[in-house]
């Protein structure tokens, strides 16, 4: 278990970030001892990041794709490969 500033020290975000993620699902913690205070498991970093990496590479991916040409499929251009 990872106290908040240590989770946003890594995750280079504030405390208030980091507690959002939790309330969010995106990160799983929970206020224990007396006075209660945050913890957050240290799985659920790494599975957030890798997360964040899945969803960069998807975003990657669809702007590649809508970068993309394909004058033979929207009739303008000349067609690379013909039938």
């Given at each position: 278990?990872?106290?908040?500033?240590?989770?946003?020290e890594?995750?280079?975000?504030?405390?208030?970030e980091?507690?959002?993620?939790?309330?969010?699902?995106?990160?799983r913690?929970?206020?224990?001892?007396?006075?209660?205070?945050?913890?957050?498991?240290?799985?659920?970093?790494?599975?957030?990041?890798?997360?964040q990496?899945?969803?960069?590479?998807?975003?990657?991916?669809?702007?590649?794709?809508n970068?993309?040409?394909?004058?033979?499929?929207?009739?303008?251009?000349?067609?690379?490969?013909?039938?």
């Amino acid at each position: 278990m990872l106290a908040p500033s240590q989770v946003a020290e890594l995750l280079d975000l504030t405390v208030e970030e980091v507690i959002a993620l939790v309330h969010d699902g995106r990160l799983r913690g929970a206020r224990v001892g007396t006075p209660a205070r945050w913890r957050i498991e240290e799985d659920s970093v790494g599975g957030y990041l890798d997360d964040q990496a899945e969803e960069a590479r998807r975003i990657a991916l669809w702007r590649q794709s809508n970068a993309a040409s394909f004058p033979e499929l929207w009739g303008r251009g000349s067609v690379r490969n013909p039938d």
